[in-house]
């Protein structure tokens, strides 16, 4: 099984509202990375957070961790129609396996 | 900078054929990256370079699969003989930094989406 797990699988709202995203994993990890894709395209960076860090921001998005629980948050605040996309987590183990979870797929109506 | 550029973006093939996708990297990165996209499998990374050198290719799937990096500024992934399973989209994807750090930030390329019929 994957190690990053993201939940939901998909998300509907209404621009102007916040998206909330999760991934759980299951083994302890050096980091874990946000990117999002937009439909047809490559990957792009959002935020990286380490293990020793519980939040972390960036413009509009906040990235929480919690490691006793092997789980990270993705909050979008003030949605935008241009944030339709799918975000995946990844994680970095400390055996320098690089995994992907299966993403969550978020639209963002207006 | 033009970012990570791949080719071709779409192929078609017959089962049997040889593929070869292709990956130019952001210049002056030092480490590279291919994945394969999937409904089923999601996204997996099946091997990078560091320095033009193969550091892990324990992702390859099988024997069928080979990847090159003659130079630093070019890279092939090279499938031989396809089959249907290997319908896909391939991503190439680089990094400024080498060793342990450079998984801690990539850059994709728009990918290239593969056809096995």
């Known amino acids: 099984s994957q190690q990053g797990e993201e939940d939901p699988q998909a998300l509907s709202i209404q621009e102007g509202e916040n998206a909330t995203m999760n991934c759980s994993y299951k083994t302890s990890i050096n980091n874990l990375q946000w990117y999002r894709q937009n439909s047809g395209r490559g990957l792009v960076h959002l935020i990286l957070i380490r293990s020793n860090e519980r939040e972390k921001h960036s413009g509009r998005l906040r990235v929480t961790l919690d490691t006793s629980k092997k789980s990270s948050s993705l909050l979008i605040t003030a949605s935008r129609a241009a944030d339709t996309a799918s975000y995946f987590c990844a994680t970095l183990n400390y055996g320098q396996n690089f995994v992907f979870g299966p993403g969550t797929r978020l639209s963002v109506l207006p | 900078d033009a970012g990570v550029i791949q080719s071709p973006r779409h192929e078609v093939t017959e089962m049997g054929q040889e593929v070869t996708l292709r990956c130019k990297p952001i210049s002056g990165h030092n480490s590279l990256f291919w994945y394969r996209q999937t409904m089923m499998r999601g996204l997996e990374l099946l091997i990078y370079?560091?320095?033009?050198?193969?550091?892990?290719d324990s992702g390859m799937p099988e024997d069928r699969f080979s990847a090159k990096m003659p130079n630093a500024s070019f890279s092939t992934l090279k499938i031989q003989p396809s089959e249907p399973r290997d319908s896909a989209v391939y991503f190439c994807?680089?990094?400024?930094?080498?060793?342990?750090?450079?998984?801690?930030?990539?850059?994709f390329g728009a990918g290239t989406r593969l056809s096995v019929l």
């Open positions: 370079f560091n320095n033009n050198v193969p550091i892990d």
């Open positions: 994807a680089s990094s400024p930094r080498t060793g342990e750090s450079a998984k801690n930030i990539q850059y």
